[in-house]
């Protein structure tokens, strides 16, 4: 418990310390992992090089590229499965063309109470898949544009609500889940397999935290 609490605040103290961001207010700090996907994340482990490009995202607006193919990260985080059944919010930025459902990231196989999911479907639609449910976004996001996906949930039972672009999207009734069994994070791929085909610049991830709108849009504009 006090792990969940103290590393949270100080992570991103230590960033600005060491990462050369004097000057960058975080618009919403308190996360308890970001990943700027900039080829600087100590934690995470990049499968077959993805490549670096220009992103959006501010401080350093850089994204990774990934060709759908084999490239993904690997996470040795494990903020996910500190979260159990409690709240937690979690937002990223993508864009693509792909027709084909790819994902953005996951832990576990993607069914069973201890497995989340993110992928964009052929259509162009994101699904957040807990415990084998889905909540989906509109259709169209493979429009080859920049988009922000934010998700919170108040806790297993309560509310899963999915944010594009800083509006809300969709809102429904959170499925049962325990993340504490999940397995490694990966980012862009599912098992190794599922491989997105597309740039994604940042992940965050916020454990025992529901963002508010106004957070959610604060952090849509933190770009430039």
């Not at 992992?33 to 080829?39: A, M, S, T, V, W």
């Not at 993110?118 to 259509?123: E, I, M, P």
């Not at 085909?197 to 106004?214: C, E, K, Q, S």
Request: charge should be negative; include cysteine.
């Amino acid at each position: 418990m006090i792990r969940a609490m103290i590393i949270p605040m100080i992570r991103p103290m230590i960033r600005t310390m060491i990462g050369g961001d004097e000057g960058y207010v975080d618009p919403v700090p308190g996360w308890a992992f970001d990943y700027r996907l900039d080829g600087n994340d100590s934690a995470l482990t990049g499968i077959n090089s993805p490549t670096i490009v220009t992103g959006i995202e501010l401080p350093d607006k850089l994204a990774s590229e990934f060709n759908g193919v084999g490239q993904y990260y690997t996470s040795s985080d494990i903020a996910l499965t500190a979260v159990g059944t409690g709240a937690f919010s979690l937002v990223a930025r993508f864009r693509t063309t792909s027709s084909i459902s790819k994902v953005l990231m996951s832990t576990g196989n993607g069914s069973g109470a201890s497995t989340f999911r993110l992928r964009v479907t052929g259509a162009g639609a994101v699904q957040m898949r807990t415990n084998g449910n889905l909540v989906s976004l509109t259709d169209g996001l493979n429009d080859g544009d920049w988009h922000q996906l934010a998700c919170t949930y108040t806790g297993a039972g309560g509310d899963a609500k999915m944010y594009i672009d800083g509006s809300l999207d969709n809102s429904v009734t959170a499925p049962a889940y325990n993340l504490s069994g999940a397995g490694a994070l990966q980012i862009a791929a599912q098992g190794g397999a599922a491989l997105f085909d597309g740039d994604m610049d940042g992940i965050r991830f916020y454990d025992n935290i529901v963002l508010t709108p106004a957070q959610v849009a604060a952090l849509n504009n933190n770009v430039g």
